[in-house]
């Protein structure tokens, strides 16, 4: 792998207060529905619910914990003066994003260790919501970062737009010696449920999570161990795809349309883009795959034959806290790295790949190294195995 000399030195997450556990949401949903006059949109709902790879996610409206009854985000026989309207969504949106960011950017720098007004770049990232002056503003008040810090908002980009961000974090960090980019990704996607019976909303209802993710870019030194190295990156959008993922505004939230197809797409395409960014080299051990839906990870463990192993930070996410779209590849990464952590790990090479409205995706190639000093940018085995004897 040839390296750029940038690396995320640090990571952090977190997540809403509200859990959302996926037996008792379904349970509720389906009573919703069965209330409401839809008895196949009900018996439907509960088989997506139990297939879908989920176990629990997390919410910041605590509404969506009420009975059948009481939540309005649920389908109801009643009129739909209640539900909530795309301006109230924004406004609990504006309330709860900003210290959920500011949670999970202060969690990535105390692990990379480096202080807040040494930062050089801030890149901001969500598709859940908008509000002026936005995330990127407030979090320097939040964080403590310099006021002339370079920010760079990354909006309404899906799924993809966190490795987007890291790619986009790697070439400031090659291309300017003393930068060092913070890249935080919050989303909200529960606020965007519709009371719907649909089969449409409610797939979407079925698996997506609120949370917040941060990393923190550059070139590593003698205090950082653990970290991922990046290195060749590659985007692309897949043909005849434009249809199969479409996010757009509604008059109550964001109206998400998912094609059951994006899996079949993604393990037709995929696999040739892949091939090309290795240059016909072997195939990484790691791989951080963005858990867009179960369907994805299987299609992709299917067509490279993967170990449970080699995507069990993937489905872990996926069980335990949802597509949390975004900002979800940074969990599947502090996953993975804690994981390498507890085994003591050499140098190991990866991929991490994330798919999003296009349909696009974006794939970059990582090293995850014990003791990244040893490893010198710019080789494509340089320090492996002295980093190795270090482990």
């Known amino acids: 792998m040839e390296r750029s000399g940038a690396a995320i030195l640090g990571l952090g997450t977190a997540v809403p207060a509200y859990r959302m556990d996926q037996e008792d949401t379904s349970r509720r949903l389906t009573e919703a529905l069965s209330s409401a006059g839809h008895s196949d949109s009900s018996r439907w709902a509960k088989r997506i619910f139990r297939q879908c790879g989920v176990e629990s996610r997390y919410t910041c409206e605590p509404n969506l914990l009420e009975s059948a009854a009481s939540c309005r985000y649920f389908p109801s026989a009643d009129s739909e003066a209640a539900v909530p309207s795309t301006s109230g969504r924004m406004a609990l949106y504006k309330r709860a994003s900003v210290p959920l960011a500011a949670e999970a950017a202060e969690k990535a720098l105390a692990d990379s260790g480096i202080h807040p007004e040494d930062i050089t770049h801030l890149i901001t990232v969500s598709c859940t919501g908008q509000f002026l002056p936005g995330l990127d503003a407030a979090l320097i008040g939040e964080l403590g970062l310099r006021p002339t810090v370079a920010r ?49 909303a409610l797939y979407g209802a079925s698996f997506f999570g609120d949370g917040a993710s941060a990393c923190v870019i550059g070139r590593p030194d003698e205090r950082h161990r653990g970290v991922f190295l990046l ?20 008059n109550h939230g964001f109206d998400l349309y998912l094609s059951p197809s994006i899996p079949r797409l993604i393990g037709e395409h995929v696999p040739a883009e892949i091939n090309r960014l290795l240059e016909g080299g072997p195939e990484p051990e790691l791989w951080a795959i963005h858990p867009g839906g179960r369907g994805i990870v299987d299609i992709m463990q299917e067509t490279f034959a993967l170990s449970d192993g080699q995507t069990s930070a993937s489905r872990s996410i996926l069980r335990n806290y949802g597509n949390m779209s975004s900002a979800t590849i940074l969990f599947v990464l502090s996953e993975m790295k804690r994981m390498l952590g507890e085994e ?8 991490a790949l994330a798919f999003g409205p ?34």
């Open 152 to 200: 760079v908002p990354l909006t309404f980009l899906g799924c993809a737009a966190g490795l987007k961000a890291v790619c986009l974090s790697k070439g400031l960090v090659a291309g300017q010696q003393n930068a060092r980019a913070l890249v935080v990704c919050v989303e909200l996607c529960t606020l965007h449920i519709q009371p719907s019976s649909d089969r449409e």
């Open 231 to 250: 290195g060749e990156e590659r985007s692309a959008l897949l043909p005849d795809s434009a249809g199969e993922m479409i996010w757009e505004v509604g």
């Open 344 to 351: 003591k790990a050499g140098y190991k090479e990866g991929i």
């Open 358 to 391: 296009g349909v696009t995706a974006e794939m970059i190639r990582i090293a995850y190294s014990p003791y990244p000093q040893l490893c010198q940018a710019g080789g494509s085995t340089a320090g492996a195995e002295e980093a190795d004897a270090y482990a």
